[in-house]
């Protein structure tokens, strides 16, 4: 749930060849890498997260150079791939120069949602806890992040895996929340990787809340956690959101369903009060 961006500016004289690395200034994850000849410079890009997919967007303002190799994008980079991306070549025998940003986002832009699921509600069987907060919700549920639900419920809640997955992210080392917007990056969180190539977020995790660690694969019902109030949140709660990759947003978030004794429930209405079934 973050966009990170970098400005570069490089400008090749006859004669030199260098090469040049950028990284997202917030969390130094994802770079970008810049090889120079005397007529042509071949981006490459490198994603740190062991197992995290990312989706990747480049923008070039160019000066005597054109694409001579590889695509626009947007680019997905699986987690720990170094890949080369594209080619520019100078067009005529004069100086050059090239001004770039990028932006990523978690999640794969191409994943397809398999809309036949049905999630678990994220916590123990028999437990039941309200909507605080769902689709299309006035404080954080908007735009891009209109597809989420949050349920309410003590810190020290058990949460459990709402679907098959593998553990591609954690963080559990924040002590902060509160409702401004400087807490959002503040979340303690676990988030996992589906077979559809979609993420789910399981956000707001309490100080050493994750009972999971990445690479770790969970079956559907497994404790993966216990819930908190860490980040943007106006109260304890447990913020849970299906997503994928994009280029103009932080990331996507789509809709999903649960499975409830009442058969499967999407974007259940703020106040109802969800029971956790077999």
């Not at 849970?240 to 999407?266: C, H, N, Q, Y």
Request: positive net charge; glycine residues 10%.
């Amino acid at each position: 749930m973050f966009r990170n961006l970098i400005f570069s500016l490089a400008v090749l004289f006859p004669g030199v060849v260098s090469a040049d690395r950028a990284c997202d200034t917030k969390f130094g994850k994802i770079c970008i890498e810049t090889v120079q000849t005397e007529t042509s410079v071949v981006f490459y890009a490198e994603n740190r997260y062991p197992l995290l997919p990312v989706t990747l967007n480049v923008d070039l303002e160019l000066n005597n150079l054109r694409r001579s190799q590889g695509d626009a994008g947007p680019f997905v980079l699986n987690g720990g791939d170094r890949l080369r991306l594209f080619t520019l070549s100078q067009q005529q025998n004069a100086q050059w120069s090239y001004r770039y940003t990028f932006t990523w986002s978690r999640g794969d832009i191409t994943a397809r949602h398999d809309d036949r699921h049905a999630y678990r509600l994220p916590f123990p069987i028999g437990q039941s806890f309200s909507i605080g907060q769902s689709c299309n919700g006035q404080f954080t549920h908007v735009g891009s992040h209109r597809y989420a639900v949050d349920f309410n419920m003590p810190e020290g809640t058990p949460i459990h895996a709402a679907r098959d997955g593998l553990v591609v992210d954690v963080k559990e080392d924040s002590r902060s929340g509160g409702p401004d917007p400087s807490y959002k990056d503040q979340g303690n969180y676990v988030i996992m990787l589906h077979a559809d190539r979609t993420l789910a977020q399981y956000y707001h995790l309490r100080p050493g809340g994750a009972v999971v660690a990445v690479g770790d694969r969970v079956r559907a019902g497994e404790q993966i956690g216990y819930s908190g109030n860490t980040g943007q949140s106006t109260g304890p709660h447990l913020h849970f959101d299906v997503i994928r990759g994009s280029t103009r947003v932080a990331s996507e978030t789509l809709p999903f369903r649960f499975a409830t004794s009442k058969g499967p429930l999407r974007c259940p209405e703020v106040g109802t009060t969800l029971r956790a079934v077999n």
